[in-house]
């Protein structure tokens, strides 16, 4: 089993490159099956999520090459089968989107119940009533989600959201894209990979507005025609090399990145005492010295993401002050990393839904076992904060996420070793 073994105290320096968004990406592959013909993705990125993704595309016919890293050639003119394989699915999350996908496209879709970071209960009941919504009869058993035609055929609707939701508002857009009729979804999410996910299908010859506000229309359109797109940034990659430097000290320009994206973060880190300078496509962060407590609500986008909160939870354990986190997405999501912290020396006391943070002087290195993926990232921020040596376990959640962790990190400074127990 490997693990990573991060031993803490040097400062991090230089430049490090962030890669294609993985929520993008794990959206914009399934999408591909709505070409019905051929397409080119690039900068995807190089992670275990993306991998799965592939091999379920493959194990459906699509066929797929990869000419040079980070770029994927997707063929789906002739699916051969509509089954994806139940194993492949129940490894990951975004599996769910081929629902949408296979729906729009073939007016059926028989799709096993996703897995992926089991932080929260995540119920994926606004995807199903947007589904049902645009006329598809929806049965739903403890293994699987099939969906076929209803009576009435399936067309465009309006759809109004009860939660804001990233994976439904996706989900909605691919399954109207080849409907008749105009679909409108309401109190949509807007996050930026929705924006992304729009552009690349737009790109292909979808008509979609709207996204990145709280209404989205889908103009149905017969068919797509192939094309090629470039994946954003990482917003919570390049957030959580941000965090890095504020917690472990230092100055690094973060490189590819869409600093627009970055605004709920960087305003916080530069609450908590960092020095942020944005550029056209890069940003630097420089530590000041001793970072302030501050006070962080997580919200949809353009809200303090919920992806970030483990990660300035970090900055916040060593920060002068008692700061205070607020989650309001997944109210479980402390679990999966504050009693690691408190090993390591974190004063942190969860009261529901909020963590209250009393800074520390240091933390020290320790054992500790990551949960999911961004509760494994920042515990290596810890991990490069602390004194002595923290080993990290379960580290095949934060490969499912960040492409070549140990490499990038190395490159500005950090002592990380992935080793082999
Ligand atoms: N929700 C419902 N019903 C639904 C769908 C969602 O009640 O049908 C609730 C959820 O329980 C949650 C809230 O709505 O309280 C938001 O969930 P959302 O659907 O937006 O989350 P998701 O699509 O399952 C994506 C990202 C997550 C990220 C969340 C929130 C992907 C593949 N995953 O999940 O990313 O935390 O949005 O921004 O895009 C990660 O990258 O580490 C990760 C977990």
Redesign the pocket.
Known sequence: MAIYEVTGGNRLHGEVTISGA??AA??ILPAAILVGGKCRVENVPDISDVRILIDILRSMGVGITQPEPNVVELDSSELTQLEAPAELVRKM??SYYLMGALLSRYHKAKVALPG??NF????????LKGFRLLGAQVEETEEYVNLTEGEFGLCGNRISLD??????T?NIMMAATLLPGQTVIENA?K?P?IVDLANFLNTMGARITGAGTDTVKIRGVERLQGGTYTIIPDQ?EAGTYLAAVAAAGGDVLVKNVIPKHMECITSKLAEMGARITNFDDAIRIQSTGKLHDTTVKTR?YPGF???MQAQICVCMTLAKGVSKLTES??ETRFFGYCTELQNMGADIIINGKTAIVTGQEKLRGAEVSAK???AGAALIIAGLAAEGITRVRNIHFVER?YENIIEKMTSIGADIRRIEE
Request: hydrophobic share 40%; with cysteine; net charge neutral.
């Open positions: 993985k929520n794990v959206a999350r975004a992926g970071c929260a209960s995540r119920p994926i009941d606004q995807h939660v804001v939701s990233v994976g439904a996706v999410a996050e990979h919570i949809p993401p919920t992806d997405v997944y999911d993926l961004r996420g």
